[in-house]
Every structure is written in C-alpha cells, then in structure tokens.
C-alpha cells in the first residue's frame, strides 16, 4: 500500500478554525508566507487554498468582509477581476496548466467553505489530472508541496506589471 502525505490537512480534518473569518485574518496578518498570501492588492489579495482541490489553487479574496458580489463596490469588483486575470498568467508561467476552472460559490449549499466572505476560486487544470485516485479511493493526489508552489507563483507574479 502506498501513503499519501499531506500534514497541512490536519487543521482542516480535526475542524480546528484559526479564527472567525480565515480570510480576514489572512489580510490582517503581515506574514504572508505563513498564510500563502501570493499578492497584495488595495481593496483584494491572492492566496493559495490550504486545502485544494489541485496544485496550484488560488483564491481571490476581496479584503473587506462581505457575503455577496452585490456588496462589493466597484473598485473591489475591479481589483478582484484584474487579480484573477494575473493570477491566471501567473500560473500559466509557473505551472503550464492545460486549462482553468475560474468560479464563485455562494452559499454553504453551493460549496462555499467560508459563505460569508465571497472569493474567486482559480483552479488549473492538466489533460488527465483527474484519474481514478478521486473516484475509486475518495483521494486528490497533489504532487507539489504548498511552500514549492508558493514560491514558483510569487516569482512568476513579480514579473507581472502591477496594477494594483
């Protein structure tokens, strides 16, 4: 039998919370690399999910805290819109994904795992990075570790003109 090893699983199998809104706390807290925060913007800031669905995760996440895109003002709307669109060359500079998956869920019901803060999930996708690990054993597989994909985004994004 073969072992999978992801120890920063933990905190999310014992449902041991950091605090009220993990997003919140992430934008307060300076020690980006603690909290994978990838880039910093004015009104919104990228980080890498903890718990992804795949290698490379992102989730755009406006900096104040509010439930629904209607609460957003217009800078934030912007700000995230331009976020997700670097956040994409990033990754296609630092991981050559085939594809993306780029969405919002909205409520508890609809996947949201923090509903009550709205965020952009950008996901990338390889040609055949869903095989029989996730359907056959209920297991992602994710072959980098989250410090080695933080690094590898942070200097792709640097080469990126910021508009934030």
């Given amino acids: 039998m073969k072992r999978l090893w992801a120890p920063w699983r933990i ?9 009220d ?40 996440v406006p900096a104040r805290h509010v439930p629904e895109l209607k609460d957003l003002m217009p800078d934030e709307r912007a700000e995230i819109l331009d976020m997700t669109t670097d956040a994409v060359e990033a990754l296609k500079r630092a991981m050559k994904p085939d594809g993306f998956n780029i969405g919002i869920n909205i ?21 055949g990075d869903n095989n029989f690990m996730a359907v056959l054993g209920d297991t992602r597989m994710l072959n980098e570790h989250l410090e080695r994909t933080y690094e590898k985004l942070r200097a792709k994004w640097r080469k990126n003109a910021s508009r934030y």
Wanted: glycine content about 12%; overall charge positive; proline content about 6%.
């Fill in 11 to 19: 905190e999310y199998i014992t449902g041991a919370p950091e605090e």
């Fill in 21 to 60: 809104c993990l997003f919140c706390g992430a934008f307060a807290d300076d020690d980006d690399r603690k909290r994978y925060v990838v880039r910093r913007g004015k009104a919104a800031f990228t980080m890498l999910n903890k718990y992804p669905y795949i290698g490379g995760h992102l989730l755009i």
């Fill in 107 to 127: 409520g508890r019901v609809a996947g949201a795992g923090v509903p009550d803060h709205v965020h952009v999930h950008v996901v990338p996708r390889w040609n």
